[in-house]
Nanobody, 123 residues
């Protein structure tokens, strides 16, 4: 089982930026897609962005297009989510997850999950 650890969450004012990081316990990203999801209180977990590790192709949910950027560092076996122009509605617990093969947008298509990191955006 892959262990994933997110970091980088915190409290930020609207319009600010944060960068989330996702580290894997084993060198598994190379054959997987990595996704970021978020879950706000009382809401379902929703897709944010994903990256195909080998190809580098990316996909974003409409609410974050143009503001968030997903990336990876092969040497460090890390994935990142750069979040700019943050809005109060971005407040949620953010999770990274992995799955074999290509990008997917549904949570149940991912096999391993991190514990999440809280992002709070104040107005």
């Amino acid at each position: 089982q892959v262990q994933l650890v997110e970091s980088g969450g915190g409290l930020v004012q609207a319009g600010g930026s944060l960068r989330l990081s996702c580290a894997a316990s084993v060198r598994t990203f190379s054959t997987n897609a990595v996704g970021w999801f978020r879950q706000a209180p009382g809401k379902e977990r929703e897709f944010v962005a994903a990256i195909n590790w080998s190809a580098g192709s990316t996909y974003y949910a409409d609410p974050v297009k143009g503001r968030f950027t997903i990336s990876r560092d092969n040497a460090k076996n890390m994935a990142y989510l750069q979040m700019n122009s943050l809005k109060p509605e971005d407040t949620a617990v953010y999770y990274c997850a992995v799955r074999p093969f290509g990008i997917a947008t549904k949570a149940d298509q991912y096999t391993d999950w991190g514990q999440g990191t809280q992002v709070t955006v104040s107005s």
